[in-house]
C-alpha cells in the first residue's frame, strides 16, 4: 500500500503533493514501482495536525482518486468521517483506511453498512486507538499489549454490521497513542500475526517513517530520510514475517525491491 497525502502538515511529505495534479503523478508513480493499493488522504494524523471539515477534505482528495481509479489505481481512502468515505467510494475508491475504527465519527457504522450494501466489495480497514480525537489519542500514549490491542479491536468489529464485518481488515495502529517507544511498537509488529488470528481477520501494518523508527537509529542518522526509509524496509520485512496481509509504506521502490529478495530467501 503506497501512500499518497494530499495535505499541508502530513508528518513525512505534508506539503508535496497538495496539487492533485502532483498527487496524481506521484500515485501512478508509485503503481510503476509495485503498489498494489494506492491510500489518498486529506487529513494528517500526526500529533501536530490540525482537524479540517469535510469540505476541504473532499475537496482535496477527490480529484486525486478519480484521476487514480481512471488510470488503472486501486483506491483506498484514508478517513476517519463518514461523510468523505461515501463520497470517496462514489468516486472509485474500494477500501475505506480509518485509523479511529470508528471512534471518531459515530456515523461510520451506518455509512459502512449502506456503502457495502451498495458494493460489496468495498474493504473496511479498522484501526487502532484510544480516544475520540486525535489529541486524545496524542495525550495518553503509552505501551499497549498486543493481546489488548487485539481485544480493543475485536470490540471495534463488532460494532459494525455483519455484511461490513465480512469485508474488515484490522491495522494495529502502530504509532497512534503507542508513543515514540520503539519495543510496544515492536512488539505489535511482532505479533502481527498473532494479532490476526486471534480476530481472523487479515492485518494491516503501517509503520513507516513512524517516530520510533527514527529514535531506532544510529546517532548521526536520526535526521537521514534514506537511513529512516530504510528502517521503514525493516520494520516492514518484519511485518510481513510475522503474517502481515498489508504494509502500508511511504518508498514502496524500495519495499519490493527488499521483498523481491526477501520472500526468496
Not at 497512534?176 to 512488539?187: E, I, R
Request: charged content about 20%; proline content about 4%; cysteine-free.
Amino acid at each position: 500500500m503506497g501512500v499518497v497525502n494530499v495535505t499541508p502538515d502530513s508528518f513525512s511529505d505534508g506539503g508535496e503533493f497538495q496539487d492533485a495534479g502532483a498527487a496524481i503523478a506521484h500515485g501512478t508513480a508509485l503503481i510503476a514501482q509495485g503498489a498494489d493499493i494506492i491510500d489518498v488522504g486529506g487529513e494528517a494524523t500526526n500529533p501536530r495536525a490540525e482537524p479540517v471539515p469535510v469540505e476541504v477534505e473532499l475537496g482535496r482528495i477527490l480529484p486525486v482518486i478519480r484521476g487514480l481509479v481512471a488510470a488503472g489505481a486501486r483506491v483506498s481512502v484514508d478517513t476517519t468521517k463518514a461523510a468523505v468515505a461515501r463520497e470517496a467510494v462514489a468516486a472509485g475508491a474500494t477500501i475505506v483506511n480509518d485509523v479511529s475504527g470508528g471512534l471518531f465519527d459515530p456515523g461510520m457504522s451506518a455509512a459502512m453498512s449502506a456503502i457495502v450494501q451498495a458494493n460489496a466489495s468495498v474493504t473496511y480497514i479498522a484501526g487502532h486507538l484510544r480516544g475520540r480525537t486525535l489529541a486524545e489519542v496524542f495525550e495518553s500514549e503509552g505501551t499497549i499489549g498486543w493481546r489488548r490491542v487485539a481485544a480493543e479491536l475485536a470490540d471495534r468489529v463488532a460494532s459494525f454490521s455483519d455484511a461490513v464485518r465480512e469485508r474488515i481488515w484490522v491495522d494495529p495502529g502502530i504509532g497512534f497513542g503507542k508513543g515514540s517507544d520503539p519495543d510496544g511498537n515492536l512488539s505489535l509488529i511482532r505479533h502481527a500475526g498473532d494479532i490476526s488470528t486471534e480476530l481472523g481477520r487479515a492485518i494491516v501494518i503501517g509503520a513507516s517513517r513512524k517516530r520510533f523508527l527514527r529514535k531506532l537509529l544510529p546517532e548521526g542518522q536520526q535526521g537521514d530520510p534514506i537511513a529512516l526509509d530504510v528502517a521503514s524496509v525493516a520494520a516492514g520485512l518484519g511485518a510481513v514475517r510475522a503474517g502481515a496481509f498489508v504494509v502500508r509504506t511511504h518508498n514502496v521502490a524500495l519495499l519490493r525491491a527488499a521483498l523481491a529478495v526477501y520472500t526468496k530467501l
